[in-house]
């Protein structure tokens, strides 16, 4: 079946644009996370979504980052005014829930490259 | 808050022999242990996890181990072979508010020689 799609898969912005940033998860899968990936590194947790609520958004570096998932299926990260500090690998996942509260597997995108000149 | 600490940074074997690539974790309350495997210009992929109540786990070439007591927690490849060549990465999470987030280690580079 069809796995999460990232889109674009590269992006490059002059530093102080905007830029919008496309996750779709798995079709069913509750949960939605994003996370930041910076060249060699492991990838940081930026925020979580459960259907449309946001339940954490600790990770997230400043106020210029935003994500929503208005409908509870696709979600937007939004980076405003970029800064070259912003640039690295955006990863989204998904997953389902189990019974009893606990959590399933993640499952991840290919990423988007955000590379701020 | 979690903290993963992961060795070696790279790690290079003969075709056919074991790897092995370690994981400690700060948290006691982690409860979920993935391991992702990721090639170049891809997303990480799960390849094996373990939940907290199970001290090990395999599946064909590839075996997890988990201490609970000394918080550390390990990835064996037997019989590596060249496709097995990727960075991989461990990571913890602990549930809570209805969710929860992997943190990650810093990776680990496998190179498979033929």
């Known amino acids: 079946g069809a796995g999460v799609s990232q889109s674009p898969r590269y992006k490059v912005a002059k530093r102080g644009q905007d830029v919008a940033l496309r996750c779709d998860p798995i079709s069913g899968h509750v949960s939605l996370f994003w996370y930041q990936q910076a060249l060699g590194q492991g990838p940081e947790f930026l925020t979580y979504f459960q259907n449309e609520a946001q339940l954490d958004k600790s990770g997230l570096p400043s106020d210029r980052f935003f994500a929503e998932r208005p409908e509870g299926s696709v979600s937007t990260l939004k980076i405003q005014r970029t800064q070259k500090e912003d640039s690295a690998v955006y990863l989204c996942?998904?997953?389902?829930?189990?019974?009893?509260?606990?959590?399933?597997?993640?499952?991840f995108g290919p990423g988007t490259r955000l590379t701020v000149l | 808050g979690e903290n993963v600490e992961q060795h070696p940074s790279t790690l290079s074997v003969q075709e056919g022999d074991s790897a092995v690539i370690k994981c400690t974790y700060s948290?006691?309350?982690?409860?979920?242990f993935p391991w992702y495997k990721q090639e170049l210009g891809k997303g990480p992929q799960l390849i094996i996890d373990i939940r907290s109540n199970v001290g090990e786990k395999k599946d064909q070439r590839i075996a997890v181990t988990l201490n609970k007591t000394a918080k550390h927690f390990s990835l064996h490849i037997t019989e590596t072979q060249p496709e097995d060549s990727a960075v991989y990465f461990c990571a913890a999470l602990r549930s809570y508010n209805q969710g929860g987030k992997l943190i990650f280690g810093q990776g680990t580079e496998l190179s498979v020689k033929p």
């Open positions: 948290d006691s309350a982690s409860n979920y």
């Open positions: 996942a998904s997953s389902t829930r189990l019974a009893g509260g606990t959590y399933n597997e993640q499952f």
